[in-house]
């Protein structure tokens, strides 16, 4: 069975690396589910003070080890990307300015190969919807992960307490965890 490809945005990767390990290239469930990241990932934290004052184990061997697992394409699905990408692109610049570049990529990819992109990123997701890409929020795949037994509700709690204590609690989760878990977020 192939794998059923994920493609996490920085945010996402950020939120769950440290509470998931190995995060990426590891399959789980029936669905052979295996997450991903781009390359791009890479560049975007080397370019940012903020990001590594934050997430200073991004560079631990561990991580950068996890994060060789990288989407297999082949030369006409580069094409294919790139073309995505300018289009997209073009359209966010007018209407979500506040997309990343790199997150345009990930769009890209994820159009381009059919597979879901996890971001908790309300500009993103429109511009997802725009283009009928499938995204997941970071609950969404903590639900999948959970209903695979890849993690346990214990490890689903840790995560959103953990998001919460350190004020990186994106709305979509405080407003969809119960709808999703059944009980009331952790504090």
């Known amino acids: 069975m192939p794998l059923s490809r994920i493609l996490l945005d920085s945010n996402a990767y950020f ?7 190995p995060l990426l290239g590891a399959p789980f469930g029936k669905k052979k589910y295996c997450l991903f990241v781009l390359k791009e990932l ?11 004052g934050v997430f200073y184990w991004v560079n631990d061997p561990e ?15 580069k094409r294919e990307i790139q073309r995505a990408y300018d289009c997209i692109l073009d359209y966010v610049r007018n209407v979500h300015p506040d997309v990343s570049k790199v997150d345009v990529r990930c769009l890209a990819y994820a159009e381009q190969l059919c597979i879901p992109v996890v ?5 993103m997701r429109q511009a ?7 995204t997941l929020n970071t609950l969404e795949l903590l639900k999948v992960m959970l209903d695979a037994k890849h993690i346990d509700m214990v490890k689903v709690r840790e995560i959103v307490g953990y998001l919460e204590y350190q004020h ?9 965890y119960k709808k999703i878990f059944g009980e009331d977020p952790p504090k």
């Open 63 to 77: 991580y950068k080890d996890n994060r060789s697992n990288v989407l297999e394409v082949t030369r006409e699905e």
């Open 168 to 176: 990186d609690m994106p709305r979509i989760i405080k407003k969809d």
């Open 128 to 134: 997802a919807e725009e283009y009928d890409i499938k």
């Open 119 to 123: 971001t908790d990123d309300e500009e």
């Open 42 to 52: 890479q560049i975007e934290y080397d370019r940012s003070p903020r990001l590594k």
């Open 15 to 21: 939120r769950l690396a440290q509470s998931i390990r």
